[in-house]
C-alpha cells in the first residue's frame, strides 16, 4: 500500500495500491497495464476520500525550453513542473501575460486538464498544444489548443479521464501584452498609470493570499465547487428574491458567485467533523486537521441540498473526489 497524505493537499490519511512514475514516453506506455489507476499532478484538486484500489501515475517529465520569436515566445513545459514556480519564472524573464494566474497550487501538467483560471484569464488562452501519450493505443499526440476543447474548468483531459497521459505543455506568449484588469478586484489598478505583470502578479497574491487559505498550513483543494451557470429566467427570478446576489454574464446566462450563495446561507465556518467550510472563502472546503473521507461527503452533501432547497441550483464539485474505484462521479450514491 502507498500512503497518499503527502500526495494531495487536503491531506486525508488513505492509501493507494501502489504509485507509478512516469519519466519516459516508454512508461507511459505501459500505464494502460495497470486493471486501475488515476493520475495525479500535485495532488492540489484531488481529494482521496477512501483507500483508492489502485495504481497513482505521476508524470516526472520536467524541464522548460523557451525560444523567443518576433511575436513571442513558444515554451515547452515537461508536466511535473510547478505552475507557480513557472509562472514566476516568466515574469523574471519580462514575459508578460500569466501575471494573473500566480500562485494557482499545483504542477503545470494538471493546468490544461482543468482549464485553470483566476482573475479574468484561463490557461487555455496561452496554450498553444499539449503533447499526450493516448493511453489505449500507446501513441504520442500533440493536442492543438482546439482539440483540447477547453471551456470553464473542463478539457478533453478533464471528460475523458485516464484516456491521455499529459507530458508537456506548449505556451505561446505574445509580445504585444495588454494587462487583464477586468476582474473587480483588480479594477483598481486601472487608475495606476504604470500597471506592469509584476504589479499585477503582487496584487493578485495579496488578494489570493488574504482569502485563500495556504494548503501548506490549512489543508484544503481550492475551490470545491464550481459557479453554476443559469438561464437569464432564473437569474432574474433569483435576483428579484436576492438583490445582493453576486452573478457574471455569460453568452448563455448567468455564472453565480457559488460563494456568495454559501455565504448566504451561514454557512461560513459550518463543519462536518473535521471538514469546514473556510471563514474567507466560502467556496473552500479546509481540513481542520482530523477530516475524514465521509466528513468531506457530508459537508459536500449538505451544501448542495441547502444551496439547492434556497436557489433552485445544484452545485457540481469542482474537486476530483477519489473513492475505493476510482473517481467520485455522483456524491449522492457514493456509499459513506
Ligand atoms: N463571495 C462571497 N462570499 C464568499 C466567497 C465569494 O460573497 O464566501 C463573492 C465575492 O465577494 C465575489 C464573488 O463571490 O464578489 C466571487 O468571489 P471570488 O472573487 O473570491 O471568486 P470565486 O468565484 O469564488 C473563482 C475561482 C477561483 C479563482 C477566483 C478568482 C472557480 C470555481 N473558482 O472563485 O479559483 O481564484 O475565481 O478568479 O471558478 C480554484 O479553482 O480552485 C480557485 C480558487
Known amino acids: 500500500m502507498w500512503p497518499l497524505a503527502n500526495y494531495h493537499s487536503f491531506k486525508i490519511s488513505r492509501s493507494a ?38 495504481a497513482i501515475v505521476k508524470s516526472c517529465i520536467s524541464g522548460v ?9 513558444y515554451i515547452r513545459v515537461g508536466a511535473q513542473e510547478n505552475w507557480h514556480r513557472f509562472v514566476t519564472w516568466t515574469l523574471n524573464e519580462n514575459i508578460r501575460g500569466l501575471e494573473n494566474l500566480v500562485l494557482i497550487p499545483g504542477s503545470v501538467g494538471a493546468a490544461p486538464v482543468q482549464n485553470i483560471g483566476a482573475y479574468g484569464v484561463e490557461v487555455s488562452q496561452y496554450i498553444k498544444t ?9 501513441q504520442q499526440h500533440t493536442l492543438t489548443n482546439h482539440q483540447c476543447d477547453f471551456s470553464y474548468r473542463d478539457s478533453i483531459f ?24 477586468s476582474y473587480p478586484a483588480l479594477a483598481e489598478l486601472n487608475t495606476e498609470t504604470s500597471v506592469t505583470a509584476q504589479s499585477i502578479a503582487d496584487k493578485v497574491i495579496a488578494i489570493r493570499s488574504s482569502k485563500l487559505p495556504d494548503p501548506a498550513r490549512l489543508p484544503n483543494a481550492g475551490s470545491f465547487f464550481k459557479n453554476p451557470l443559469v438561464s437569464v429566467e432564473h437569474y432574474q427570478q433569483l435576483i428579484g428574491s436576492f438583490p445582493d446576489l453576486i452573478a457574471f454574464k455569460q453568452n448563455t446566462g448567468y455564472k453565480l458567485a457559488a460563494g456568495w450563495l454559501i455565504e448566504h446561507l451561514g454557512l461560513k465556518g459550518a463543519c462536518c467533523g473535521d471538514c469546514c ?57 457514493y456509499p459513506g
Open 17 to 54: 495500491s501502489e504509485l507509478y512514475e512516469v519519466r519516459t514516453i516508454d512508461d507511459a506506455r505501459k500505464v494502460s497495464d495497470f486493471d486501475n489507476f488515476l493520475i495525479l499532478g500535485d495532488g492540489t484538486n484531488t481529494i482521496f476520500i477512501d483507500d483508492y484500489d489502485g
Open 65 to 73: 525550453d523557451c525560444q523567443a520569436q518576433d511575436e513571442g515566445w
Open 130 to 138: 499539449v503533447e499526450a501519450v493516448h493511453l489505449a493505443t500507446g
Open 158 to 181: 478533464k471528460r475523458q479521464p485516464g484516456a491521455w497521459l499529459i507530458t508537456h505543455v506548449n505556451f505561446f506568449i505574445p509580445k504585444s501584452w495588454q494587462p487583464n484588469l
Open 277 to 333: 467550510v473556510h471563514d474567507k472563502q466560502a467556496l473552500v472546503l479546509v481540513n481542520q486537521g482530523h477530516a475524514t473521507g465521509g466528513d468531506v461527503l457530508a459537508l459536500c452533501r449538505l451544501i448542495q441540498q441547502r444551496v439547492e432547497h434556497a436557489f433552485g441550483v445544484m452545485l457540481e464539485p469542482e474537486v476530483r473526489m477519489v473513492g475505493h474505484g476510482g473517481l467520485i462521479h455522483d456524491v449522492s450514491h
